[in-house]
């Protein structure tokens, strides 16, 4: 298979996947959100991780969600998003202790 990767272009905000429909249909097809990185940040990031030689695509996907040098915002510390939900707030938080777990 391979990894998808969503990021944005717009000098501020992140990608919020899950949060409005068409994130939910590519959050639901595997897509990887890439929060607030820069589209240099992501693809710098990925060459790493690929490069490691020791990770699979999950492990992977995974990794990019989690700050290595500060080239994204913690998710606690990133600014509430509208209509946030206490479901989206746990959900976040699960996922985020989950990938923490690999490192």
Same mark, same amino acid.
């Given at each position: 298979?391979?990894? +998808?990767?969503?990021?944005?272009?717009?000098?501020?905000?992140? +990608?919020?996947? %899950?949060?409005?429909?068409?994130?939910?249909?590519?959050?639901?097809?595997? +897509?990887?959100?890439?929060?607030?990185?820069?589209?240099?940040?992501?693809?710098? @990031?990925?060459?790493?991780?690929? %490069?490691?030689?020791?990770?699979? @695509?999950?492990?992977?996907? @995974?990794?990019?969600?989690?700050?290595?040098?500060?080239?994204?915002?913690?998710?606690?510390?990133?600014?509430?998003?509208?209509?946030?939900?206490?479901?989206?707030?746990?959900?976040? @938080?699960?996922?985020?202790?989950?990938?923490?777990?690999?490192?």
């Amino acid at each position: 298979g391979i990894l +998808v990767v969503a990021a944005t272009q717009c000098l501020t905000g992140s +990608v919020m996947m %899950g949060h409005y429909a068409v994130g939910q249909a590519l959050s639901g097809a595997g +897509v990887v959100s890439a929060s607030d990185m820069t589209v240099e940040a992501v693809s710098c @990031k990925l060459a790493y991780l690929f %490069g490691r030689g020791d990770l699979n @695509k999950e492990q992977i996907s @995974k990794l990019l969600t989690v700050s290595l040098r500060g080239e994204l915002t913690p998710e606690e510390l990133m600014p509430p998003t509208p209509f946030q939900t206490p479901f989206q707030i746990g959900a976040r @938080k699960a996922a985020h202790r989950a990938a923490n777990r690999l490192l």
